[in-house]
């Protein structure tokens, strides 16, 4: 894509209404959504440090680390695979897939979670050439596939479109009643993918983190797609970019304590899912891929690859809320899209730096602190590692423009030229200010067809700073800025979690956290007898129970039948949580006797025991607690997404509702 195919998109864009319309509410509630909840986290600047250290130690040390975690990963039973090019990744999982179908009569089924890798490298496309079908379980993905587009957004896919959008493809695809109503349309999606869940040979997934030390992987996700990929086919493929490392347990807790918070407001994402090892008759596997992250590791650009694919730094970037991600046409859009694009795919994106301001928008939003204006500048000044394959046009800048930049750069070295061109300047623009609408100059910067050409000031600066009448600052002045400039570090130094959590006992704390994301919370003395009286005010008697939580004999003589085994007709799940999370309102499910992890996910309604005493105040105390198991998970609430129109709605692949009975110690 040069320079003038991008401008045309750019146009059409522009053009399009509803377009803007959805980009504007995007941007807006992000936004707001971001600022709010790092507001619940008082020392987040602090963290936002320590995580660019983080990422920047890993990918200092990549090699060794990468190898660390291959080691650890085999010795938890993963099969690992390293993948040096999209082709090579490719062929790994044809391999796995061709040798693992269920059926010789019927083609392999593919269960897709959301995952950017897998978008990089157009695996879709290469496993249906294969007579492999393969299903996106996202709900925007599944939009979007429906719809044979790509996302628009690396968290919300189907951001460009209208509900009537979703409404038409579901009945022309899935032979549905046309409807706008956003939770049916949700519902039809939930109803049409149980079946793919359930039926699917081969779950693959990207990986939001891998754990070093544990040969772990981490997913973050709302809708609990992510969790039946990695739950239900006999076989489970991880494609993870390598740079996605992190060393250990307190970095994956410091990394999503900031995550979710940036990508969509929340404090913990609804499933934040850690998996060590195969679950019992599967097998896993994880794939490596280098993909050119070698070759931009060792170039200007490197500061990219600390990136953790929030899409903070779209919701802030004033070009990417007017243009949005197709125009860019690339899988990684916005701000760090325009970087990374340039570096591991080549000349045709470069031009995609011109499409920034360099305000600092996403400087300032991105919560590792990547210096993106700095790495969007290199971009542009031919720095990118594929740079030697461009042609003369190598900045993405017109022939025009690029002769204007050398005339400007030549006058600034003259201070007298200099201020003779700017007055020069002056006169021409207020000559032609009345007729700035008429004028278009889009082969020199495309501004014309989206804003007025700017006027120049009736006087240069230099002109009338001589008029400005300095006055000196006095010491109490001075005191002020020193003490100004040192506050960031004291607030820092001062704050803490501890302090956040000092004002409320973690009980209340939790029943108030877990309220806010619509779960609920029954206090109670008698486990056993509350689960059978709610269980009879719903009409229910049979659930998937895990065992030792109840009194099995007190159910059976109230009339309840229970099994250890996963069944997708049974309504009600119960298990004994392993912890709460007092500032998330989250409990923690891992895997065990009686199917805990299948209890909390198939049903439409999970019931959680927790004792009181089993409440730790934040992530960062209990994430050790997932340490030695095969799959463990921290629940936030109800299933949930927000891919239709950025509205949130309640009960997606996951259960819909979700009540914490709190047992007093």
């Known amino acids: 894509m040069n320079s003038k195919q991008f401008r045309q998109r750019i146009r059409i864009s522009l053009a399009n209404q509803h377009l803007q319309q959805a980009l504007d509410l995007n941007a807006e509630r992000r936004a707001a959504r971001r600022i709010n909840a790092l507001e619940t986290l008082p020392n987040w600047r602090e963290r936002r440090q320590r995580a660019h250290a983080v990422r920047a130690e890993v990918i200092e040390h990549l ?67 294969e007579n492999i079908r393969v299903v996106e379980t996202d709900l925007g993905e599944f939009i979007v596939q429906l719809r044979g587009e790509k996302p628009s957004h690396i968290i919300t896919p189907a951001l460009h479109l209208r509900r009537q959008d979703v409404g038409k493809i579901f009945q022309q695809k899935l032979g549905v009643e046309y409807t706008e109503d956003i939770s049916s349309l949700t519902n039809i999606a939930r109803k049409t993918l149980r ?30 797609n992510g969790r039946m990929v990695t739950t239900l086919p006999p076989i489970h493929i991880a494609l993870i970019g390598m740079e996605r490392l992190v060393r250990n347990l307190d970095d994956l807790a410091l990394m999503l304590s900031l995550l979710p918070r940036s990508a969509t407001g929340q404090k913990l994402s609804v499933y934040t899912q850690i998996v060590h090892a195969p679950l019992a008759n599967q097998q896993r596997h994880f794939i490596i891929l280098d993909n050119g992250r070698s070759r931009l590791r060792n170039s200007p650009l490197k500061e990219s690859l600390f990136c953790i694919r929030c899409g903070a730094c779209m919701n802030a970037c004033p070009i990417f809320r007017e ?40 400087k300032d939003a991105c919560p590792v602190d990547i210096d993106l204006p700095k790495l ?79 006027t120049f000031a009736s006087k240069p600066f230099r002109e009338r700073f001589q008029n400005i009448s300095l006055v000196p600052l006095g010491p109490s002045a001075s005191l002020r800025i020193n003490s100004a400039k040192g506050l960031p570090q004291t607030v820092a130094d001062i704050s803490s979690d501890a302090v956040t959590h000092s004002n409320m ?55 309840i039948t229970f099994s250890r085994e996963p069944d997708p007709a049974i ?3 119960v298990t004994q949580a392993q912890c709460g999370l007092a500032d998330t309102g989250s409990v923690l499910e891992a895997d065990g006797e009686g199917n805990p992890l299948h209890a909390s996910l198939l049903p439409e309604i999970h019931l959680a025991a927790l004792h009181t005493s089993r ?9 050790h607690l997932v340490r030695g198991t095969k799959s463990a998970v921290f629940i936030t609430g109800p299933s949930a997404t927000g891919d239709i129109e950025s509205t949130h709605t309640i009960g997606v692949h996951g259960p819909g509702e979700v009540h914490v009975f709190l047992v007093d110690d």
């Open 571 to 573: 309504r009600v799940g």
């Open 195 to 224: 079946e793919v869940f359930l039926t699917a040979d081969v779950g693959i997934t990207g990986a939001n983190f891998a754990v070093v030390e544990e040969g772990a992987i981490c997913l973050v996700t709302n809708e609990g």
């Open 615 to 623: 409440i730790y105040p934040s992530l960062d105390d209990a994430i």
């Open 376 to 454: 969007l500048v290199r971009v542009r000044s031919n720095q990118s590692p594929v740079s030697s394959l461009q042609s003369s046009n190598t900045n993405g800048l017109s022939i025009l423009s690029t002769f204007s930049l050398r005339m400007y750069s030549r006058l600034a070295r003259h201070p007298r030229l200099f201020t003779l061109s700017q007055k020069f300047a002056a006169l021409t623009s207020h000559l032609l200010s009345p007729f700035s609408q008429w004028i278009r100059l889009p082969a020199v910067t495309g501004w014309g067809y989206s804003k007025d050409f700017p």
């Open 505 to 559: 006992e973690k009980v209340e704390r939790f029943t108030n956290e877990l309220t806010a994301v619509h779960g609920h919370v029954h206090r109670t003395n008698n486990l056993t007898q509350s689960i059978i009286e709610f269980l009879k005010s719903r009409e229910m008697n049979q659930i998937h129970l895990e065992p030792n939580v109840l009194d099995e004999d007190a159910l059976t003589k109230a009339g």
């Open 323 to 362: 243009i949005g991600g197709h125009a860019y046409k690339s899988i990684y859009p916005g701000p760090i899209g325009s970087v990374i694009s340039a570096g591991l795919f080549g000349s045709e994106f470069v031009p995609l730096a011109q499409a920034s301001t360099l305000c600092g928008a996403c």
């Open 63 to 129: 090699d060794s680390y990468l190898d660390q975690f291959t080691a650890k990963a085999g010795s938890n039973g993963v099969i690992v695979h390293r993948a040096k090019d999209a082709a090579e990744a490719i062929k790994i999982v044809l391999n796995i897939v061709g040798a693992n179908g269920r059926s010789p009569l019927r083609k392999p089924l593919v269960a897709k979670s959301k995952s950017m890798v897998t978008e990089e490298i157009n695996l879709n496309h290469a496993l249906e050439k």
